[in-house]
């Protein structure tokens, strides 16, 4: 829920906020002028309020609509216009002597809105607003008080009960949508990788954890593959870190084009990158990372200028001694360290007790 600290919120938001107003302003003004109307038809008001009226409900959205764009803050100028909307209502109210029906449930509607925008806080304002104008007008005009509404003027209030309350759940519910697909890019963002767009070190362990904890549970095979880049410094000193980026992205595509849809692959550091083969034995991520690493051999992964690269795999596959999930990574990691010792552009296996080298 909103509230009214927002008024000091980033400029670009307050335009959003004065057009996402616009139509429940809009729709509100002309059901509450039937309300209104109804009160003011049973007093047998003259018709220059009538006038008045159209004037302030069919006039007073646009105005405000372009009053908020046009300030220096966007965002603070419409809560001013709710609190003039407040305003209005309360005038309404004591010119129509208070009458029951109608001022109930346009004070009720007004209510709906401040209290959905700006919690309890801004409520209270413009109910306060809403009172000093009706005190204004009773003071100006006579204080009269109608208990007694007419069926005609019950009547007319009914689109504004019922249509109302529509609108602005609508509205709301726009918002909300709205703001939980922001939430879901933020949850991406923070969970990928900004140069591969794969799964950033924190969420890929997370990933390896889950995957450990599935495993140990219902007994499948399962595997991990670490994958570095051979002689990545001399990639950087010789064409510089941006053409070492295309480098890094250009792998991180083999990975995803490569792999399965349920295996997870991850940026672990660096040139270095991390992948779940979920449900893969032993033999099968010996021959995943094999595919791997020929791919990027003969891959051209930069046009301009010509570069290739080779890469180092190990790979471990899940064995019922691993203590937990970082034992399982280590051995992974301690298989890459060989496949580099080795001479590079190789995959290493381990296995507890025995090692296979692929070259």
Same mark, same amino acid.
């Given at each position: 829920? *909103? ?7 980033? &400029?670009? *938001? ?5 057009? #996402? ?18 009160? $003011?038809? &049973? &007093? ?5 309020? +009538? ?10 959205? @646009?105005? %405000? ?5 046009? !300030? ?5 100028? *419409? ?47 413009? $109910?306060?607003?809403?009172?000093? %104008? ?40 726009? $918002? ?5 697909? @922001? ?29 450990? @904890? ?52 991850? #940026? ?14 032993? =033999? ?19 046009? @301009?200028?010509?570069? =290739? ?24 990691? =301690?298989?890459? +360290? ?5 001479? #590079?552009?190789? !995959? ?7 090692? *296979?080298?692929?070259?």
């Amino acid at each position: 829920m *909103e509230n009214v600290e927002q008024s000091e919120r980033p &400029q670009d *938001e307050g335009p959003r906020f004065v057009r #996402r107003m616009y139509l429940p302003r809009t729709i509100g003004g002309v059901l509450g002028a039937v309300c209104i109307a109804g009160g $003011l038809w &049973q &007093q047998g008001a003259p018709a220059i309020a +009538y006038a008045l009226l159209l004037g302030n409900t069919l006039l007073w959205p @646009q105005l %405000a609509y372009r009053l908020g764009l046009r !300030s220096a803050n966007p965002y603070r100028a *419409e809560l001013r216009n709710l609190m003039v909307d407040s305003a209005s209502g309360g005038l309404w109210v004591a010119y129509m002597g208070f009458n029951f029906v109608p001022s109930a449930v346009l004070v009720s509607m007004l209510t709906i809105d401040k209290a959905s925008i700006g919690g309890l806080r801004f409520l209270g304002r413009c $109910l306060a607003v809403q009172a000093a %104008a009706a005190a204004a007008v009773g003071l100006a005009f006579g204080f009269r008080i109608e208990l007694m509404t007419t069926i005609p003027a019950a009547l007319a209030t009914l689109p504004l009960l019922f249509a109302y309350p529509v609108t602005v759940g609508m509205t709301m519910y726009h $918002l909300s949508r709205r703001v939980r697909h @922001q939430n879901q890019l933020l949850t991406a963002l923070s969970s990928t990788d900004g140069l591969t767009g794969l799964l950033n070190r924190s969420h890929w362990e997370q990933a390896v954890i889950n995957e450990f @904890q599935r495993c140990r549970r219902i007994g499948h095979a399962s595997a991990l593959m670490m994958l570095d880049i051979d002689h990545f410094k001399a990639v950087n000193d010789g064409h510089g870190h941006p053409a070492g980026d295309k480098v890094i992205r250009a792998v991180a595509g083999i990975l995803r084009d490569t792999l399965r849809v349920h295996d997870v692959a991850g #940026r672990y550091g660096g040139e270095e990158f991390g992948v779940i083969l979920a449900g893969t034995d032993a =033999r099968g991520s010996a021959v995943t990372a094999e595919r791997i690493r020929k791919r990027v051999e003969t891959s051209l992964l930069v046009a @301009q200028p010509p570069i =290739r690269v080779t890469v180092s795999i190990g790979v471990a596959a899940l064995d019922p001694a691993d203590a937990d999930y970082a034992t399982w990574i280590a051995r992974a990691d =301690r298989a890459l +360290y060989m496949a580099k010792e080795g001479g #590079r552009n190789r !995959s290493v296996q381990h296995v507890p007790g025995y090692v *296979e080298v692929r070259a």
